[in-house]
């Protein structure tokens, strides 16, 4: 008789095994690259050594994955500060396009003669501002209202694509580049409102990327605020049972998750892009956070190298077309270390073992079993 095996729930996992589940998550991706390059004719040892070549070969080439990797450390944080409390924010993408908006509104605002500490500053909080704002209108009906926040931060990315796009290519808003007359392009924020740059085009938006990934950190593991974050996330009934106002954490974590995002807009605006490009920022940041926050298991941590990762991934998209192969190939790339990366996380949650032996299975007699 076939014995079914059995799935029950692990426990506490060993530390190595969260380790090599996002390693393999990537090794086993890079592996299915490699089968679909060779089945269409490419070689993928060529392909890979491209791109590698391509992120990490040269000072600019490892400038430039730094500066793809700086939006997806934020947004990667926003997904995980949502996700580790079991609100499920896929409005990223959007968050980060209305945080951009507005940093561009006030960095188009801003006398020319303002400080450029106090230029920077106001440009980059008004994108972390815009961002909470825009997941406040799907937050505020998902405590109050028992709304599905998957529908409607879903929603929420499409009307702030199409609103940025208006602003720039549909309307002569304040946003649209008067000067620009072949083709609409977004008005340059104030010179003293731009990021300085420190190599190639790298720029210290890195490093506020950094320091927010590890201030989550912090709050979430080391201080008493983290600590009922953490309840929340482990069970809402325990929370509530607890004394915790659990409305409040999750409306909290909706607008952090938001700020982050937002962050991500504004440090593109005041950094590499100058103004709000929607062509530059319509490139599905937000999506690619979530694959990064879900390699990272949702440490705050853990995602600055993923995103590094991800960014050389990025980065070398466009190596790849001088060598006769799509850019798309990326994008093959992280959807599978995302589908492993889950897979991965079911092997870390739950154990899989063959069934006992039935009694009645046992040999007849003694005699036979001891011959």
Do not use: C
Request: no cysteine; glycine share 12%; net charge positive.
């Amino acid at each position: 008789m076939t014995r079914r095996l059995i799935v029950e729930p692990r426990g506490l996992a060993p530390w190595w095994l969260k380790l090599l589940i996002p390693i393999g998550s990537v090794i086993a991706a890079m592996i299915v690259g490699a089968f679909f390059l060779a089945i269409t004719g490419n070689d993928w040892v060529e392909v890979y050594q491209k791109m590698a070549d391509a992120a990490f070969g040269s000072g600019r080439g490892f400038a430039e994955t730094l500066v793809s990797a700086t939006p997806l450390i934020l947004t990667g944080v926003a997904a995980a500060i949502a996700f580790k409390m079991l609100v499920w924010n896929i409005g990223g993408e959007g968050q980060l396009i209305f945080g951009a908006v507005t940093a561009a509104g006030v960095g188009i605002w801003l006398s020319g003669s303002t400080p450029p500490f106090i230029a920077i500053t106001a440009v980059v909080l008004a994108g972390a501002v815009g961002g909470a704002f825009w997941a406040s209108i799907a937050a505020v009906p998902r405590v109050y209202l028992g709304t599905n926040e998957i529908i409607t931060t879903l929603m929420l990315n499409f009307i702030a694509l199409n609103f940025m796009n208006y602003l720039v290519l549909g309307s002569f808003s304040p946003w649209r580049d008067p000067e620009a007359t072949q083709f609409p392009q977004g008005r340059p924020i104030i010179e003293n409102a731009r990021i300085p740059e420190f190599f190639h085009r790298l720029d210290w938006g890195l490093f506020i990327a950094i320091g927010v990934a590890i201030i989550a950190w912090f709050v979430i593991s080391k201080t008493r605020s983290g600590f009922e974050y953490r309840i929340v996330g482990d069970s809402f009934d325990a929370a509530r049972y607890a004394g915790i106002k659990v409305p409040k954490k999750v409306l909290g974590t909706f607008l952090a998750s938001g700020a982050a995002a937002g962050l991500a807009g504004s440090i593109l605006v005041a950094g590499i892009l100058g103004k709000m490009d929607p062509r530059s920022l319509d490139l599905g940041l937000g999506f690619t956070g979530i694959i990064v926050a879900a390699l990272a298991r949702l440490n705050p941590i853990a995602i600055i190298p993923v995103a590094i990762l991800m960014g050389a991934l990025n980065n070398a998209g466009p190596a790849l077309q001088s060598i006769g192969v799509p850019s798309a190939t990326v994008r093959i790339l992280q959807g599978a270390i995302l589908l492993f990366a889950v897979g991965g996380e079911f092997l870390i949650l739950n154990r899989i073992r063959r069934p006992e032996r039935p009694a009645e299975e046992a040999p007849a007699n003694a005699e036979a079993s001891a011959a």
